[in-house]
């Protein structure tokens, strides 16, 4: 019996880790000039328009007077269409680009494969008739062998969301 509530402790200090980097999202800010916004060419940007629609799309290249797109979501279909679009310079503020990473996606996949086989190994052992007899901890460490490594992975990918927000300077 102790040495389940050693396991339940272990797991519950596992996800508590993960739940606050998870919640905070990095963000990123950095000031540049128009000529310096070429390095989000390539990247997926969101931008607001000065009415209020929201566009997301891949950044093509920076013009002379304005920021070509090509847009793959709008919130206003009708005054901006998916497809290739310029964004005036006068009407560009900021610009915001999704960089994300891979390292804790990696880390909570690990961490949480890790686990998992622990749970695996706790089930099997259990099991003294081939998982025969249905012990209800039995059903409980598989699909905890099952679980903990998905949660890993989507504690990570969460983790993984950087958004660089680049301020424009006139």
Do not use: C
């Amino acid at each position: 019996m102790a040495d389940r509530r050693w396991v339940a402790i272990g797991l519950l200090l596992i996800v508590s880790w993960g739940a606050p980097r998870v919640a905070a999202e990095s963000r990123l800010q950095r000031q540049t000039t128009w000529e310096g916004l070429t390095v989000v060419v390539g990247h997926t940007v969101r931008i607001v328009m000065p009415d209020g629609a929201h566009l997301e799309g891949k950044a093509t290249a920076v013009e002379v007077d304005a920021l070509a797109i090509e847009i793959h979501k709008t919130t206003n279909k009708t005054t901006y269409p998916k497809g290739k679009f310029l964004v005036p310079r006068a009407t560009l503020k900021a610009v915001d680009v999704n960089q994300p990473t891979r390292r804790w996606r990696t880390v909570g996949l690990g961490v949480g494969g890790g686990v998992g086989a622990v749970l695996a190994v706790l089930a099997i052992s259990i099991a003294k008739d081939g998982f025969q007899t249905r012990h209800p901890v039995e059903a409980a460490l598989t699909a905890g062998a099952v679980a903990v490594p998905v949660g890993g992975y989507l504690l990570g990918r969460q983790a993984d969301r950087r958004t660089v927000t680049y301020v424009i300077a006139p």
